[in-house]
C-alpha cells in the first residue's frame, strides 16, 4: 500500500479494536440499546491498518468475542491478500483475481471467530463455506 501520510501504528491493533468497539457499544447502550437488539462487530479489515495489522486481527480474532457480539469479516479481494500474494508468490494480482486468497483467509477467520462473512464471490464462498462446517463438525452428506 503506498500512503499518503504515515502508515498507522499500533502498540497492540487488536487490544485498540477491542477497546474502541467497546466504547462504541457503551455509547449504543446509553443511546437504548438493549442487550437482544441485534449489533454486530466488524474489526475493519483493510482501514487504516498495513497487511500485518490485517494478518494479526485474523489471526487474534477471537479475542473480540469478549464483546459478546456476532463478528463480521470482510477480508474478500483486499489489498493485504494481494500483498501476501506477492510476497510469498511473487505474484501481482487485481483484486477480482484474489478469489483463492480471500477464500484462505475467509477459512482463518472463520476459524477464529467469524460468524458473519461479507463477501464478492457469493456462490464460491457459500459452497467453500459449506465445505469447512461439514469438515468442522464432521457432518457426512
Given at each position: 500500500a503506498t500512503w499518503?501520510?504515515?502508515?498507522?501504528?499500533?502498540?497492540?491493533?487488536?487490544?485498540?479494536?477491542?477497546?474502541?468497539?467497546?466504547?462504541?457499544?457503551?455509547?449504543?447502550?446509553?443511546?437504548?440499546?438493549?442487550?437482544g437488539d441485534n449489533l454486530i462487530v466488524d474489526p475493519g479489515i483493510g482501514f487504516g491498518k498495513l497487511p500485518e495489522h490485517n494478518i494479526e486481527i485474523i489471526n487474534r480474532l477471537r479475542e473480540?468475542?469478549?464483546?459478546?457480539?456476532?463478528?463480521?469479516?470482510?477480508?474478500?479481494?483486499?489489498?493485504?491478500?494481494?500483498?501476501?500474494?506477492e510476497a510469498f508468490l511473487g505474484k501481482k494480482s487485481k483484486p477480482e483475481e484474489r478469489l483463492g486468497g480471500s477464500l484462505g483467509a475467509t477459512a482463518c477467520a472463520v476459524l477464529e471467530g467469524a460468524s458473519i462473512?461479507?463477501?464478492?464471490?457469493?456462490?464460491?464462498?457459500?459452497?467453500?463455506?459449506?465445505?469447512?462446517?461439514a469438515v468442522r463438525t464432521m457432518n457426512a452428506v
Open positions: 499518503k501520510t504515515d502508515p498507522p501504528v499500533y502498540d497492540d491493533v487488536i487490544e485498540e479494536i477491542k477497546e474502541w468497539l467497546s466504547r462504541q457499544i457503551s455509547r449504543l447502550k446509553d443511546m437504548g440499546l438493549k442487550d473480540l468475542r469478549i464483546l459478546g457480539r456476532p463478528i463480521l469479516i470482510g477480508v474478500s479481494r483486499k489489498s493485504f491478500i494481494g500483498a501476501v500474494i462473512v461479507r463477501t464478492h464471490d457469493v456462490a464460491q464462498t457459500r459452497e467453500f463455506l459449506a465445505l469447512l462446517d
